[in-house]
């Protein structure tokens, strides 16, 4: 899919939003979810999305959905490296097919990085189990400040 387009209100992502399909959730407020990636790239490997908007990528939304995505990604950043103690943190964000994007609904990566830990590749890494996501969750939730 370009980056010109409409919003598929049946993306994977909208269908988590409207419970559709299920998720491990960190944790959300009316505007944002963190959850999951059910295909980590690393351990720990968080998604940030906004509830209120249909942006497909960062250059559509709005500028205060931006604004709280932002905060959010930061502030779940900030309880990933309190709970699993990563060496770095790489934040990623991919606009279009040809940029690396696989779901049209904006969304950022929160991908810990160890040094000693080779970080699998983006779309290449197996599924996870909800089972090993939920711990990890739990402990990402209980750093959130
Ligand atoms: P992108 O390629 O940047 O659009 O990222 C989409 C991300 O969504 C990938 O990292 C996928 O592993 C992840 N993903 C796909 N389906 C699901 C799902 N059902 N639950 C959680 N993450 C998903």
New binding site residues.
Partial sequence: MSLHGEYDPDN??A??LRGE????KVWEDDHVLA???????SEG?V?IIAKQSQARNLLEVEPDILARLTAALQRTAVAVERALKPDGIAV???NGDAG?????HL?F?IIPRWADRPMKG??H?PMAEAAALRPLADRIAAELA
């Fill in positions: 994977i992502f269908k988590i399909i299920p998720s491990v959850f999951m990636d059910v295909f980590p790239q490997h998604l990623m964000q991919f690396g994007q696989t779901v049209f969304h990566h983006h779309g890494a």
